[in-house]
């Protein structure tokens, strides 16, 4: 099996977890890195065993050749590193949030259509142990058509402590954080036609919002609430994990705390099945549910590299889930529900 080579652009706070993931995969090497902050270049470099590094992405994308590049930069770099990548006809996967605005999303998805390079957003939700265990559940039918869900993410943890920049910004849990849940409510009942939502600015040292309730119709039928918060002190703290409710004709589908899954059925019964991710020797509580969907999703994209195959969460699809994170803060902004499709 060919040995993909690749490089990761941005050596920033979450870039640990995608060069572990790489590393545990076989077919495939992480040969270069690239940041313009020289001196976390050179420790991650170190740490990793990396020989090649970049200060500059168009430097680096113009003197060498790669299978893929790794963005894991913040989001204001973003478009200009797809656009480099499209150009040198290099596959590409993006963090999320994909974009800033949808512009620059659509102009990226156009820039690496029309150069025929594929391209992948990072959202990695989706690819938890506990979400893959539903959607598995729902195509077997094991609760009938859903009818109504909620996907609930509310803790107190102090994400500002190894992300600080998450403090500034005007926009902030819906973004960073609400834009991964609404995508698990896209990917476990369907597309959304109506979005309506609230906000909450409850810590007042930060300047976006750290609560965001959003009341989804999807295109199904289907009903769903999507809740998350920063602000929630809990006796017990579950970061980060999202807790799910789903109703369906038959039988109804609950994720409760410390990865308990129970399945109801109206004839068959109860099932209770434990969901918890494993614990990658590079993971660490309470990360590690993230950390596992970091390795999932980078499979995925392997497995898509090879095979020729579209990414399940592609650019084109991923721009579904950014229309509703801009649709959620329209409908906050002007207190009325935004029609999606």
């Given at each position: 099996?060919?040995?993909l080579?690749?490089?990761?652009?941005?050596?920033?706070?979450?870039?640990?977890?995608?060069?572990?993931?790489?590393?545990?995969?076989?077919?495939v090497?992480?040969?270069a890195?690239?940041d313009?902050?020289?001196?976390?270049?050179?420790?991650?470099?170190?740490?990793?065993?990396i020989?090649?590094?970049?200060?500059?992405?168009?430097?680096m994308?113009?003197?060498?050749?790669?299978?893929?590049?790794?963005?894991a930069?913040?989001?204001?770099?973003?478009?200009?590193?797809?656009?480099?990548?499209?150009?040198?006809?290099?596959?590409?996967?993006?963090q999320?949030?994909?974009?800033?605005?949808?512009?620059?999303?659509?102009?990226?998805?156009?820039?690496?259509?029309?150069a025929a390079?594929?391209?992948?957003?990072?959202?990695?939700f989706?690819?938890?142990?506990?979400i893959?265990?539903?959607?598995?559940?729902?195509?077997?039918?094991?609760?009938?058509?859903?009818?109504?869900?909620?996907?609930?993410?509310?803790s107190?943890?102090?994400?500002?402590?190894?992300?600080?920049?998450?403090?500034k910004g005007?926009?902030?849990?819906?973004e960073?954080?609400?834009?991964?849940?609404?995508?698990?409510a896209?990917?476990l009942l369907?597309d959304?036609a109506?979005?309506?939502?609230?906000?909450q600015?409850?810590?007042?040292k930060?300047?976006?919002?750290?609560?965001?309730?959003?009341?989804?119709?999807?295109a199904?039928g289907a009903?769903?609430?999507?809740?998350?918060?920063?602000?929630?002190?809990?006796?017990?703290?579950?970061?980060?994990?999202?807790?799910?409710?789903?109703?369906?004709?038959?039988?109804?589908?609950?994720?409760?705390a410390?990865?308990?899954?129970?399945?109801?059925?109206?004839?068959?019964?109860?099932?209770?099945i434990?969901?918890?991710?494993?614990?990658?020797?590079w993971a660490e509580?309470?990360?590690?549910?993230?950390?596992?969907?970091?390795?999932?999703i980078?499979?995925?994209?392997?497995?898509?590299?090879?095979?020729?195959?579209?990414p399940?969460?592609?650019?084109?699809?991923?721009?579904?889930?950014?229309?509703?994170?801009?649709?959620?803060?329209?409908?906050?902004d002007?207190?009325?529900?935004?029609?999606?499709l």
């Amino acid at each position: 099996m060919k040995v993909l080579k690749g490089a990761l652009i941005g050596c920033g706070f979450f870039s640990r977890n995608h060069l572990h993931a790489w590393n545990q995969l076989q077919g495939v090497e992480i040969v270069a890195l690239c940041d313009s902050d020289k001196s976390r270049l050179d420790s991650m470099a170190n740490d990793f065993g990396i020989e090649q590094t970049h200060i500059d992405a168009k430097t680096m994308l113009g003197r060498e050749k790669f299978d893929f590049i790794d963005i894991a930069t913040t989001v204001s770099s973003h478009r200009n590193l797809v656009e480099l990548a499209a150009a040198a006809g290099i596959p590409v996967i993006c963090q999320k949030p994909f974009a800033e605005t949808m512009a620059d999303a659509q102009a990226m998805v156009t820039a690496c259509e029309g150069a025929a390079v594929p391209l992948m957003v990072h959202e990695n939700f989706r690819w938890q142990t506990p979400i893959q265990a539903v959607r598995k559940l729902i195509d077997e039918g094991a609760i009938g058509k859903p009818f109504w869900g909620r996907f609930s993410f509310r803790s107190g943890f102090d994400v500002y402590r190894a992300q600080p920049y998450l403090a500034k910004g005007k926009r902030f849990i819906i973004e960073d954080l609400g834009i991964h849940i609404l995508d698990i409510a896209r990917y476990l009942l369907g597309d959304v036609a109506l979005l309506s939502a609230t906000v909450q600015r409850v810590n007042s040292k930060i300047n976006g919002e750290d609560v965001a309730t959003m009341l989804l119709t999807h295109a199904c039928g289907a009903t769903s609430i999507v809740d998350c918060s920063y602000a929630s002190r809990r006796a017990q703290e579950l970061f980060p994990q999202t807790l799910l409710e789903i109703d369906g004709v038959e039988g109804s589908i609950r994720v409760d705390a410390d990865y308990r899954l129970t399945v109801y059925h109206k004839v068959q019964g109860t099932r209770v099945i434990t969901v918890k991710p494993p614990l990658q020797i590079w993971a660490e509580q309470p990360w590690f549910n993230i950390q596992d969907s970091v390795l999932n999703i980078q499979a995925h994209w392997l497995e898509c590299l090879n095979a020729g195959t579209e990414p399940l969460t592609s650019g084109r699809d991923n721009l579904k889930t950014l229309a509703l994170v801009e649709s959620a803060y329209a409908s906050a902004d002007n207190n009325q529900a935004v029609q999606i499709l």
